[in-house]
């Protein structure tokens, strides 16, 4: 046996004991044998007949060379697994996966690049999912490598993969092209940006979709090694990376038109901060392309004929406006852009758009404004974004698409910080009151979700009818989901309503909820009476609900009952420990007489949490649950004697409350 394998193989409890289910597969076969006919086992699966015993051995990598050691992971397992890439593609899979965690197994750091071979074959297969896989254990593996054997192994490697005739290699380089950037040698820099350029002009559509996908993260890895010098005229930025940005730009394949935004993005986040660290004449210079060719392939995108693009493009526009903020005159060419992508023909563009309204508008630029003087004469001065785009509100609360609005209202009351109280009042709360009367039930959720915003700035004063006409409607709605998420924010808007208009407008709410159809939303009713009691104190609760959950309590439906039960329980938790035990308690106790098992059942699953609540009656409630113990229902006697046995035994609970 190799001396290799002995002093450096895993040991076998860690293989055999393992939680995973393939391991445990194996276990069975491993128990009793030594550590070479255990590594035979396990490389026989990976020849056997059956795929689901090759896909379990191809997931136990580690586990086979943990067994076998360095010396025969790299001279035997290896080159086998490289004769088996022509495998069904579950255990390519497996394997591409595997090979990332093989470092360790295969001598280390210096032996790293071993397993170069075997990925690079995996990275040319035609399925998508080896290849991802492939990808990322390239990625993790080439991490531990010295710059020697990085320059001598991996970015060969990655030559080969773009110069290769099929097609599915050149797509994985156009991944570890930009990946291995940050560590290549000056020399090496350019003509990797030439391999991949030559990506993005492939012949095959795929490649260059792919390309253009990975085209953001070259221009990071570009601008991070490159800094002000990649600026320069003849510079890896100005010379090399923008021409493939107008090459892509101008594809007939909206596939690869929809990445745009996003490297426009990505090159506005790198290029704007590095441009404001040059000279004049230089900061000049990239000022006008940017001006001249990258703002205008952003506007290309937003209004290009593919909805897909314009959709990608109204995603990513609150990072588009963000990256470029700080240039100058951006915004009063992207605003336009933006507002024409709310009002597109396409209601999905305009819904993405309507969720980014907030974002943009929230980006601290200013925008060049054209008001008429009293002399008839025009005259600019800067705005606000928000003040620009709050004006967008009013034409979206009329819009057909229902998710459109929808998509208002979660977003609208974050303008209002932004706006000021005034102009929160003026321009931004008469939509709003719209948006509140209109006829979707999600629309006004998803405004009343939001308020908070609008509060802080205006406070809730303005809105309370409107608002509380808003909420009885959701409460009455048909669908049951609607009135369980307005009972869900019911305490919120509590706090901001305050407890008078609480408990004359919206208490009355959660006790009719007591009595809903649905057992959901009668427990969330319950809830909120505690929540509100937590809020307000006992003696509103006193005033405000406790009669009519009383009155309930007495409802010929036993499932109403049992609610106005659990609403008294829960409501005694949130009380001081005198009031629980002289009003609540009492209430609780008369239900264990209820001529339904289920309400006494529950009455002594209540009196378990009444119990350290109310220990100056612990008499009573261990008296109620030895009655209960002999109950006639053997569920009341199974849950009262649990009940009784948390609390201890019935004579020591019975001396200690005397006592």
Same mark, same amino acid.
């Given at each position: ?56 051995? #191809?997931? /136990?990598?580690?586990?086979?060379? $943990? ?8 001279? !035997? ?29 295969? $001598? $280390? ?16 297969? !035609?399925?998508? #999912? ?10 993790? =593996? =080439? ?16 030559? *080969? ?13 156009? @991944? ?19 391999? @991949? #350029? ?13 390309? #253009? ?10 601008? !991070? ?11 890896? +930025? ?37 441009? /404001? ?39 990513? @526009?609150?990072? +588009? ?11 009063? =060419? ?44 025009? +005259? ?24 459109? *609005? ?102 009355? =709410? ?26 307000? $104190?006992?003696?509103?609760? @006193? ?117």
């Amino acid at each position: 046996m190799d001396e290799d394998m002995v002093d450096e193989a895993m040991p076998l409890e860690m293989m055999v004991e393992d939680g995973d289910d393939n391991t445990m597969r194996m276990a069975p076969l491993l128990v009793g044998n030594s550590k070479e006919e255990q590594a035979q086992i396990l490389i026989e699966m990976l020849r056997a007949e059956e795929l689901s015993d090759r896909i379990t051995a #191809a997931h /136990q990598l580690t586990k086979i060379a $943990g067994v076998i050691g360095f010396v025969r992971t790299r001279k !035997e397992l290896l080159p086998y697994l490289v004769e088996s890439v022509d495998d069904d593609d579950e255990v390519l899979i497996a394997l591409a996966e595997g090979l990332g965690k093989l470092v360790p197994f295969v $001598g $280390g750091n210096s032996f790293a690049h071993s397993l170069l071979p075997l990925l690079e074959m995996l990275l040319t297969t !035609e399925e998508n #999912a080896v290849r991802e896989k492939a990808i990322t254990s390239t990625k993790a =593996v =080439v991490e531990s490598f010295s710059d020697e054997i990085f320059n001598d192994e991996f970015v060969e490697m990655v030559i *080969r993969l773009a110069t290769k005739e099929w097609f599915t290699a050149r797509m994985s380089s156009c @991944f570890l092209l930009p990946f291995s950037f940050s560590r290549l040698h000056e020399h090496q820099k350019r003509n990797h940006i030439s391999l @991949f #350029a030559a990506l993005c002009r492939d012949d095959m559509p795929l490649v260059r979709r792919v390309a #253009a996908q990975n085209l953001g993260e070259l221009i990071n890895r570009v601008a !991070e090694t490159s800094k002000e010098k990649g600026l320069f005229e003849g510079g890896l +930025i100005t010379a090399s990376i923008l021409p493939l940005y107008i090459d892509l730009a101008g594809s007939a394949q909206d596939s690869i038109r929809l990445h745009m935004p996003a490297n426009c993005m990505l090159f506005g986040a790198q290029v704007v901060p590095l441009m /404001q660290k040059l000279d004049d004449p230089a900061r000049d210079n990239i000022h006008n392309i940017i001006k001249s060719k990258i703002i205008p392939l952003i506007i290309s995108c937003a209004n290009d004929s593919s909805w897909r693009v314009r959709w990608t493009t109204a995603s990513k @526009f609150s990072g +588009i406006v963000e990256a470029f903020k700080n240039f100058a005159g951006a915004m009063d =060419v992207l605003i336009p852009a933006f507002e024409s992508l709310l009002k597109d023909t396409e209601a999905e563009v305009r819904t993405a758009a309507t969720f980014n309204l907030s974002l943009v508008a929230g980006c601290g630029a200013d925008i060049t404004a054209l008001n008429d003087n009293a002399d008839g004469f025009s +005259i600019s001065k800067s705005i606000p974004v928000a003040q620009r785009l709050v004006q967008s509100v009013a034409s979206l609360i009329d819009d057909d698409n229902e998710h459109v *609005r929808a998509a208002l209202a979660s977003v609208a009351t974050d303008l209002a910080p932004l706006l000021g109280r005034e102009e929160a009042i003026s321009l931004l709360l008469p939509p709003l009151m719209d948006l509140l009367r209109d006829p979707s039930s999600e629309v006004r959720l998803n405004l009343i979700s939001t308020l908070s915003s609008l509060h802080e700035v205006i406070g809730l004063d303005l809105l309370s009818q409107s608002l509380l006409s808003a909420i009885l409607e959701l409460a009455e709605d048909s669908k049951w989901r609607i009135r369980l998420v307005i009972l869900r924010h019911i305490p919120l808007l509590a706090e901001q309503l305050g407890k008078n208009f609480v408990g004359d407008n919206l208490t009355p =709410v959660c006790v009719r909820l007591l009595e809903d159809d649905i057992s959901s939303i009668r427990e969330a009713a319950a809830r909120n009476l505690a929540d509100l009691t937590s809020l307000f $104190g006992s003696d509103w609760a @006193f005033t405000h609900f406790l009669p009519a959950i009383k009155k309930i309590l007495k409802d010929r439906s036993y499932l109403r009952r049992l609610t106005a039960l659990k609403a008294c329980a829960a409501v005694a938790m949130v009380m001081n420990s005198d009031i629980a035990s002289q009003k609540m308690l009492p209430i609780v106790l008369e239900m264990s007489n209820d001529d339904v098992p289920n309400i006494r059942f529950n009455v002594a699953k209540a009196l378990s949490s009444f119990g350290p609540k109310c220990a100056n009656s612990m008499h009573s409630i261990t008296q109620t649950l030895n009655e209960l113990v002999d109950d006639s229902d053997r569920d009341v006697r199974h849950f009262a004697k649990e009940t009784l046995d948390s609390f201890g035994s019935k004579s020591s609970m019975i001396g200690t409350a005397t006592r």
